[in-house]
């Protein structure tokens, strides 16, 4: 990656009304969502979780509160859900990291030197990063324009490396953005794993709610990413807890369609039931 492009890897977040929405029950989904400005190049998985919102009210009080939709509204909501999936802010690079290619430097240096600390940590430029935060003691925990610190970036764009350095280097994963977004919570609509549960080991709030109510097990599960929710469910994650929306993490994955997830969820509360009798 050379010239300016490099530059544009990482864009500055916006506004709250510009992330990921939970679904709203009983709403149709909206035509499409806004993208955060400067982000366009950042999606290498192609995976845009949007504003999807199911097409049919799905009530309150787990799984077999959802009514049985229509064939016509089950149309409209496998439209609706390819169209929201179209749009979704925090965008991932289709360039690769250093990572992925064993590179030590994805950029001149000359541009290297323009990219904050911020963007190399979404980029996963761990050596200079690590030179960057040597310019000050408080950069590891520096806060962008919208709260989000050189982790949450990292966590959010799947840099595994990143983010045990940055946790090496002191930084502190229990931080909240301005709107309460976390890394805990960007990782499970990442569906990376692997940071989900280092960031577990960091003893971080693992119900932790943002704006929209969300909490990393919602979020986990609107994305469909099964061993995230598993992570979470054996963590202790909460599956009594609604979202602003009304949807508990059973409500979404069945709204959703997602077999594999309401079975994991179901397989846990099993597990409960057996032990509390064992008690």
């Not at 960091?202 to 992570?231: F, M, Q």
């Amino acid at each position: 990656m050379e010239g300016e492009g490099a530059a544009r890897l990482v864009g500055t977040p916006s506004n709250k009304g510009d992330t990921l929405e939970l679904p709203k029950k009983g709403q149709k989904a909206a035509a499409g969502t806004e993208e955060l400005p400067g982000t366009r190049d950042m999606d290498a998985s192609g995976a845009q979780p949007g504003h999807l919102q199911p097409a049919w009210d799905c009530g309150h009080g787990g799984a077999g509160a959802v009514p049985k939709p229509s064939a016509a509204s089950m149309d409209r909501q496998r439209s609706t859900e390819l169209s929201a999936l179209d749009s979704f802010p925090l965008k991932h690079s289709n360039t690769l990291t250093n990572r992925q290619r064993g590179n030590e430097v994805s950029a001149l240096p000359a541009t290297l030197d323009t990219l904050s600390i911020h963007q190399l940590a979404a980029q996963g430029e761990l050596s200079q990063l690590k030179e960057h935060l040597r310019k000050g003691e408080n950069l590891v925990n520096k806060p962008d324009e919208r709260g989000f610190t050189p982790l949450i970036w990292a966590a959010a764009f799947g840099e595994i490396e990143t983010v045990r350095h940055l946790l090496q280097w002191g930084a502190d994963p229990h931080v909240l953005a301005k709107e309460r977004e976390s890394a805990l919570a960007l990782a499970s609509m990442g569906g990376y794993t692997d940071i989900v549960t280092l960031l577990l080991e960091r003893n971080v709030d693992i119900n932790s709610y943002d704006w929209n109510g969300g909490t990393p097990l919602l979020y986990a599960v609107r994305g469909n990413h099964v061993k995230c929710v598993e992570a979470l469910l054996a963590r202790g994650a909460d599956l009594t807890t609604e979202a602003d929306s009304g949807y508990t993490p059973m409500d979404l994955a069945v709204a959703l369609g997602h077999k594999k997830v309401q079975q994991v969820i179901e397989n846990h509360i099993l597990k409960l039931f057996q032990r509390k009798e064992l008690e």
